[in-house]
């Protein structure tokens, strides 16, 4: 044990080569840093485990040496793709995850292409129900990827912060919420199968501010029957689908939503699955009260290099809103072949105006 009262993993047992189960000793060393309120170390190596669980008021702390295409530095890697999670966070209220590579051992088997085995998400919250007391987990600095489920799944969440962290390359979503009271800053959710964030259930009152969301093939924000959300200041790229996605779940619309001075470009990504027809549009904005859709910019393009086709058809989609205002959206060049689609069905005092730019002609090759 350190001066300060942080236990390595090593004291127990871990080995840390990619190649020995250390699931028992990282859990042994969890459960006696959960005695005191201590910080678990896991120092640079490649641990194999199954799944863990971490405890109230508990730290698990690594060395954040990771990049954008590779794991580093301290690497819990997944070798049990039964497992539910890596790491389990539900009951664990107050815990502090920091600075872990979390790899899900997925494989690459082509040029952006990887295989799946099993359904386990990276982190998880999974409860019941939503309890009587905040869960506060706290994820920073951390690299999730390669998981064949979420990369963070939190299911009845009650208050959440990820921040400096990249969720990428995931078998489902980078993360989806069940849950309110959340704050998503600055990180980057790239190359998922699903959304980059994605919410089904009900959800609320959650911040996303300052994250690059990127090349997420079911969307980039997907908002189903969401209340109390502030949308500002994202880079939304390449999505396989819509960049955002507002729409009804379960008989629940979206209310009080701002989405404010986000950039959306290239949405609509055509190869990788067949689009409903406003699937192909930066912005599909449904079955809200309460929004301000404002001052973002859209632009249409294609893949890096140049390569690839277009996208996507439209600009902004929208349909059934109530009290709400479209203003100030600059599309310059902003879709391929119509800048704003109005598909009826609203409420009163709904604005759509201001709103400037082109549709986009490609290039003669």
Known sequence: MADDGTLSVRDFGAVGDGAADDTGAIQKAIDAAAERQGTVLVPPGTFCVSALRLRPQTGLVGQPTWSYRDFGGSVLRLADPDAPCLLDLTGAVGATVNGLSLDGGCQRVGQGERAYAGSAHGVMVDKPDFGQQED??????????????????????????????????????????????????????????????????????????????????????????????????????????????????DGRSNENITIVGNVIFRSGRPDWRPLDDHESSQAWLEAASGLVFANNTLRAWRDDGPHGQFSPRYGIVYRALEDSIIKNNVMHQGALKKLLVDLHDHGENVIVADNVGKVFIPPEE
């Open 136 to 249: 506060d987990p706290r994820i920073e600095r951390c690299r999730i990827g390669g998981f064949a489920g979420d990369g963070i799944h939190f299911g009845r969440i009650w208050c959440w912060s990820v921040r400096h962290c990249m969720v990428c390359f995931n078998g489902g979503n980078g993360i989806h919420v069940r849950g309110w009271d959340g704050f998503l800053l600055d990180c980057w959710l790239s190359g998922n199968v699903g959304a980059g964030y994605a919410t089904h259930d009900e959800n609320a009152s959650t911040t996303l501010t300052a994250n690059r969301i990127e090349w997420n093939r079911e969307g980039g924000i997907v908002l189903n029957g969401s209340k109390n959300y502030n949308v500002t200041g994202n880079y939304l790229d390449r999505a396989g689908a819509c960049g955002i996605r507002l729409g009804p779940a």
